[in-house]
């Protein structure tokens, strides 16, 4: 029996994660009933109707990829991007969380699949307690659709939701969000993952199942079909490996994000250190952003793009990096077309909404990182009637036609929607590693394009100032993509007892002195999970961190000893102190 560690955005799931382990499951089994339960407990983020990515270290030290990103209809086209809103059901996307986690039980699983479903079946079935991360998040659902400047509101009344009895099981009598620590319960959501449970994919993907959501997607003004449903299939990819500072570095290629963050660090790397907070490296940092994010323009599904491979090849060439590492300058900073040959104008996703990221280990040297996503909050705000899941809103990851002056032809246009194509994602999932092929980091994030800055500071607290876990992911954050060319800082908070320092007043001036255009935020709008390695002799520990921004994250590690004897260790908000 494996011992093991769970972090993510939700302790309960953690828990979950940790009873496979104890129930002779490996990491990827534990890992799947995560993902399951996080579903459940935070369809705001993730669930059955969205896609994600999979970054699998297998015990012999090699690595494997999986791209279940969702991907657009046969019928789709570039036309289909004007003027929609996040909420309309054009923006649907064919899901891939069924196949994905299929396939990789398939390949990599231990116990049965139907075992891996059954905590997060009697959770959905017997309720489980309303918290703070889902009260707020339906709370966002619940604002004025024709004044989007209004604060979130407790009732439904006069909300796009307002009539849309899927949603019954969130609300009282009088529409009112049912109030935190009250029980909810989805039981159409548990007789869906039961038939999954003991059906499989087919069916998600084929059936009655797969015909109620085509219909309402359909009867909403989306294109999804049956037959979108069922051609839908994953891709195994082979993972990317770049070098910081003599450190491996493990990620995923397009149309995940694991080439841009491989980038940006490989950039730091020929930049000198000051040290934790200092004022030259927070500027290094916001210079090395800002020269790597261009590189994301000609990306998109390699499935469509002649030469995809080597231009992300080119990214993590130790002497392209070098080379783009020469245009800092440690005085100042420059305009947006400093750093890129295009003039592109890219939208900047606002606070997390639609994203969970997951991280898991287990005793024989098995990790799998993954994240999951339905896009923006609740997706689409489609919930399938009579199975109650969340459908995506993915659609709004391809890039717009009109947002970029490149033509037709231009570098943004790889990200153009087609038939059967799968958006742009900046979900980089890593594993890093000393010379010795030793694990030293483990990670994932969400938040949109400020995933990747977030995944290269949790890298930098760890490696480059000796943070533990915790302190790499609590540690204030900041955001800049070239363009916008403003560098978002976030603000001191605290988070249930834990407290974000923010940045210093004199480090925001000084930053300005130096030509950065300063954004204050309230926090970071990035979410992160990690891993941190440290070795005894002929042993392995875990310190965990779940992303303290998140007010119900947490992290379990499971010790089972050779004696037969079991121990556990629980960190809610990911407080792990090694």
């Known amino acids: 029996m494996p011992s093991g560690v769970i972090t993510c955005e939700q302790l309960r799931a953690s828990e979950i994660g940790r ?6 499951g490996n990491a990827v089994d534990a890992i799947i009933a995560t993902t399951l339960a996080v579903h ?17 270290r297998k015990p012999d030290g090699t690595y494997d990829g999986l791209d279940f990103r969702q991907s657009a209809p046969l019928a789709a086209n570039a036309n289909k991007l004007k003027d929609f809103k996040q909420s309309d059901a054009v923006a649907v996307l064919v899901p891939g969380v069924v196949k994905g986690l299929e396939d990789l039980h398939k390949k990599y ?45 407790t009732n439904r009344r006069g909300s796009d939701i307002e009539h849309d009895r899927s949603y019954d099981w969130l609300f009282d009598r009088t529409d009112e969000i049912l109030p935190p620590t009250s029980i909810v319960r989805r039981t159409e959501y548990a007789k869906t993952l039961r038939e999954i449970a003991d059906h499989g994919s087919a069916a ?64 730091l790397s020929h930049m000198e250190i000051s040290g934790h907070r200092s004022l030259n490296d927070y500027h290094r940092l916001i210079e090395a952003l800002k020269l790597a994010y261009p590189g994301r323009d ?37 305009e947006a077309e400093y ?130 876990a915790f302190e790499a992911v609590r540690s204030s954050r900041l955001h800049n993509q070239a363009s916008p060319e403003s560098t978002k800082l976030e603000k001191a908070s605290n988070h249930q007892g834990v407290k974000i320092d923010g940045f210093a007043n004199d480090i925001v001036q000084a930053l300005r002195s130096r030509g950065h255009k ?33 007010e119900n994250s947490g992290s379990v590690v499971f010790y089972h000893f050779s004696d037969g004897n079991e121990a556990e260790e629980t960190h809610p908000l990911g407080q792990a102190e090694g």
């Open 339 to 468: 750093y890129q040959t295009s003039t592109i104008h890219r939208k900047r996703n606002g606070e997390d909404h639609g994203t969970s990221p997951l991280c898991a280990a287990d005793g024989s040297g098995l990790i799998v990182c993954l994240t999951s996503t339905v896009g923006q909050c609740y997706g689409s705000h489609i919930i399938v009637p009579g199975y109650g899941f969340v459908m995506n809103d993915t659609l709004s990851d391809f890039a717009i036609k009109g947002d970029c002056d490149c033509g037709e032809d231009g570098p943004c246009s790889a990200n153009y929607i087609g038939g059967g194509r799968r958006p742009l994602s900046s979900c980089c999932p890593y594993i890093v590693e000393d010379n010795n092929g030793r694990v030293l980091l483990a990670g994932a994030g969400a938040g949109g394009s400020t995933i990747i800055s977030g995944n290269v500071q949790v890298v930098k607290n760890v490696l480059n100032y000796g943070l533990s």
């Open 204 to 267: 998600f993907y084929e059936g009655p199942m797969a015909e109620a959501t085509v219909k309402v997607v359909q009867d909403r003004g989306g294109i999804l079909t049956m037959d979108d449903m069922a051609r839908y299939k994953t891709s195994w990819v082979k993972p990317m490996k770049g070098d910081y500072q003599g450190k491996a570095l493990w990620s995923l290629p397009a149309p995940a994000g694991g080439s841009i963050w491989i980038y940006a660090l490989q950039i």
């Open 518 to 550: 300063i954004e204050m935020v309230p926090q970071s709008e990035s979410t992160v999970v990690a891993i941190k390695f440290t070795y005894d002799t002929g042993s392995v520990n875990w310190e965990p961190a779940a992303d303290t921004r998140k």
């Open 19 to 24: 009873g496979i382990l104890a129930a002779g």
């Open 109 to 153: 699983g231990k116990l049965p699949w139907k075992r891996l479903f059954k905590e997060c079946i009697a959770l959905a079935e017997d309720g489980f307690e309303m918290k703070q991360d889902l009260y707020r998040y339906t709370a966002n659902l619940c604002g004025d659709p024709n004044n989007q400047d209004t604060p979130d509101r």
């Open 298 to 334: 000609g990306l998109g599904d390699p499935d469509f793009i002649e030469g995809l491979d080597e231009m992300q090849q080119k990214f993590i060439q130790a002497a392209y990096s070098k080379e783009r590492s020469s245009l800092l300058d440690e005085s100042k900073t420059s």
């Open 40 to 56: 459940t407990l935070s369809p705001y983020h993730s669930d059955l109707g969205g896609g994600g990515f999979a970054l699998i």
